[in-house]
């Protein structure tokens, strides 16, 4: 078994697996299997699970080397790689890990977070679903919002309240939901943008084996944890392959009789910005490469959802009647998250949601000030009082 | 190439860090901008030889053959300079670190590479890295990068006949405290222009006269030169001065990092204060409506660290006398745009969330946001270094 990892032995080892893996002589399915098999997935992740236990940084080595062999359609399983995969890892079993992680990476099954309720937005910890325990299974009963992909998700990340008697945070329990189980029902929930991302998902008597529990019972808050932080890193410092400034200096560069100086002002103003939020983001993987992961992610789905707004909101504007237009109203359910498809007026609605999916930014302002600042919390009502005896 | 901190580097900012809290606190810093008045100039000569010659910051861009300690391999360069001035913006230290050591010495480092005039810039150089002497670049500290032969326009100082300066130039940083002073010269040649670079010595034919000065710990002089022996250091035909040029650039580039340690000062210290200070029976800094500017400012300065690493590092780069490539420039110009403007937004946060107390002379706040306001000027606006972006970014001006 090796130890240690370095660019030369990653890249090595991926030329190897080409060698025996021709992707144009295969099934798109069998390759992506094979990948995952020779841990070439996430090389980060240990090995048997996708990866090589290699320093998180020498993915971008492996993505280089099966650079135009078939790809997971990451846009399709974002919540599954950004949010499921690192939770399942750090609190499953080791049965729960080899059941699901190699067919959530393969993409043969999509996920879905069942977190946010009706009640229960930035103030997640006050949530109302319940999960009752009946010998070996757990019976759920709730709402759950805002849920993207639960229209084609196989399994969906569960937080549930085990025990309404104790302070809201420890009554919670971290499940993985079987989104084909009875008493599951997805509805699709209309946005501003004209289609339906995401979904209401009612839970009604949903009966769960409690081998699909993550986490002990009444741990659930800090799985979560694990979760949502990830989801900020998956959101907000993700190397992009094609950046709403782009897209923007795209629409400046063919369209010269569009251009003001005003824009033009605002616009270089917003490329200084891209690229510092560039350069955070390298720095941040940088630090992150070195063991020494920085407080740095918190603020980098900040300054992203900042700038996705202004730009598209740039953008639209200087199309002037254009910018009137609108491409598509119609009521759809696309099966992919992308912030930046479509036309000018779509991005511009869609960059609306970037402050508030995964932590709205006022959230995530509380969430430096408390933890990297350490300014101190605002007084509250709801601590060392039972989830029950809550006002309402 | 790395954005993080090497270990040499966080040695060399342990040490400045230390002789800085011993002989350069805020009240100290203080006392001297108040006594500059009578002084004429609040820099502190001791202070400033215990950095140029015991910790031997004068000579971090200076090659190792030339008594400094740069060199391509393992030797200090640009990156050094930055952490240097990291400290120096933390504690608004009254050295002439950058007129002298970074300005004045980039300067000579480009002149010393052309063929002319390269031993004379080689001497001076020597004598600066062994912290001998101390130098200035005559330029006007608000002088822009993108206009770099305005410093020798027809009513700068101009080269005789006789080898002596003449004129006058304004807006000087640091020259108080110079023992050389490096000028950008027109030559007296009747038919095209030409220009120069002289170094003159300190004397009576020099008058250093200071302004009363928006930035009280590092105030702008006017210099006039009447008769000035000199030595022509390099010259060059027609109106292309690289030796101001590089100098102004590369001056930009670590700048930015003295502008991320004063916005880190102010961040730091406000914190410090709104977890302390009471007020409705809570510590102020528990109202989000203070939490979340903290918050803002805290990732402006997130950002400002991440341009001014990118910066310094590709000046280290870059080779020491010049051409500065493309993505150093860029680089720059990155930096200076943001890193300008969040060390003022962090000066103007400090004295704001400092209440009262943020308003009084007794404070050490309104030093910072004396000093951040004069960086935002000085060697290029954020607007005009944004301007410069427009080429490399693609993104063209209005027909």
């Known amino acids: ?111 879905c977070q069942l977190f946010s309720e009706p009640g229960a937005g930035s103030d997640l910890a006050t949530l109302a679903t319940r999960a009752v325990r009946e010998g070996d299974e757990w019976v759920v009963d709730g709402q759950k919002v805002w849920t993207s992909s639960a229209h084609t998700a196989r399994w969906g990340i569960l937080v549930a309240r085990t025990d309404p008697g104790v302070p809201k945070h420890r009554g919670l329990t971290y499940f993985v939901c079987d989104m084909h189980a009875p008493g599951v029902e997805v509805r699709p929930l209309r946005q501003i943008t004209g289609e339906a991302e995401f979904n209401e998902v009612f839970l009604t008597g949903v009966r769960l084996p409690d081998a699909l529990r993550l986490g002990e019972v009444g741990d659930g808050w800090r799985v979560a944890q694990t979760t949502l932080m990830n989801e900020r890193v998956a959101i907000g410092g993700a190397p992009a392959r094609r950046t709403m400034m782009g897209v923007v200096a795209e629409t400046w560069r063919s369209r010269p009789e569009l251009r003001t100086h005003d824009l033009h002002q605002r616009l270089l103003r917003l490329w200084v910005d891209s690229e510092v939020m560039r350069l955070t983001a390298v720095r941040l993987r940088e630090q992150l490469a070195a063991g020494h992961p920085g407080p740095e992610g918190s603020g980098m789905k900040l300054a992203f959802a900042r700038l996705h707004q202004e730009l598209s909101g740039i953008e639209v504007e200087m199309l002037r009647e254009d910018g009137l237009a609108y491409d598509d109203w119609t009521f759809r359910r696309p099966d992919t998250v992308d912030f930046i498809g479509r036309e000018a007026g779509y991005r511009y609605l869609r960059a609306k949601g970037n402050s508030i999916e995964g932590g709205t930014s006022e959230i995530l302002r509380n969430i430096i000030a408390e933890r990297v600042l350490g300014l101190p919390a605002e007084p509250r009502a709801d601590k060392d009082v039972a989830w029950k005896d809550l006002p309402r | 190439m790395t954005l993080l901190y090497t270990e040499v580097e966080e040695e060399l900012r342990a040490a400045v860090r230390e002789l800085l809290a011993d002989k350069c606190s805020p009240s100290a810093v203080l006392d001297r901008a108040d006594s500059a008045a009578a002084a004429g100039t609040p820099y502190d000569a001791e202070l400033w030889k215990a950095l140029a010659r015991d910790i031997g910051v004068a000579g971090l861009l200076i090659p190792e053959e030339l008594g400094g300690s740069a060199s391509r391999e393992g030797g200090a360069s640009a990156r050094e300079a930055a952490v240097v001035l990291e400290e120096l913006g933390r504690a608004v230290a009254p050295v002439p670190f950058l007129s002298s050591a970074v300005l004045a010495t980039q300067a000579l480092l480009t002149a010393a590479g052309q063929e002319a005039g390269g031993n004379v810039a080689e001497e001076l150089l020597g004598r600066l890295a062994a912290g001998e002497a101390t130098a200035t670049l005559a330029v006007s500290f608000a002088a822009s990068p993108y206009a770099p032969a305005a410093p020798c326009h027809e009513d700068g100082a101009t080269l005789g006949e006789d080898g002596t300066v003449t004129g006058t130039v304004t807006g000087v940083i640091g020259a108080e405290a110079a023992d050389v002073l490096l000028v950008p010269v027109r030559l007296a040649r009747k038919t095209e222009p030409c220009v120069g670079l002289c170094a003159v010595e300190a004397s009576a034919a020099v008058r250093v006269t200071p302004v009363p000065s928006l930035d009280l710990t590092r105030p702008i002089a006017t210099v006039s030169f009447a008769s000035a022996p000199a030595r022509v250091v390099a010259r060059a035909e027609g109106l292309e001065v690289p030796w101001v040029w590089e100098a102004l650039m590369r001056g930009a580039g670590l700048l930015a990092s003295e502008q991320l340690g004063v916005a880190e000062w102010c961040l730091t210290t406000t914190v410090a204060y709104v977890k302390e200070r009471r007020q409705f029976a809570r510590p102020v800094g528990s109202f989000q409506a203070v939490k979340h500017r903290l918050a803002d400012l805290w990732l402006e300065v997130v950002g400002a660290r991440a341009a001014a690493r990118n910066a310094a590092a590709l000046l280290a780069e870059a080779p020491a006398a010049g051409p500065l490539g493309d993505d150093a420039a860029v680089a720059v110009a990155v930096a200076q745009a943001h890193c300008a403007a969040v060390a003022v937004h962090a000066a103007e946060e400090c004295v704001q969330l400092h209440g009262g107390i943020g308003m009084t002379w007794e404070h050490p706040a309104h030093l910072y946001l004396k000093r951040a306001k004069a960086d935002q000027i000085a060697l290029g606006t954020p607007g005009e270094h944004r301007d410069a972006l427009a080429g490399p970014a693609d993104l063209p001006a209005p027909v």
């Open chain 1, 1 to 111: 078994m090796r130890v240690t990892w370095d660019e030369a032995s990653v890249a090595e080892r991926a030329r190897a697996f080409l060698a025996e893996h021709d992707p144009a002589a295969m099934d798109r399915l069998e390759f992506l299997r094979a990948r995952f098999d020779a841990g070439l997935a996430w090389v980060h992740f240990p090995e048997g699970l996708g990866g090589l236990g290699a320093p998180r940084g020498l993915q971008a080595v492996a993505d280089r080397e099966l650079k135009g062999t078939p790809d997971n359609q990451p846009g399709r399983i974002g919540i599954g790689l950004g949010m499921a995969a690192p939770t399942i890892l750090a609190f499953g079993t080791e049965e729960q890990s080899k059941r699901f992680l190699r067919p959530l990476w393969t993409g043969e099954e999509v996920w």
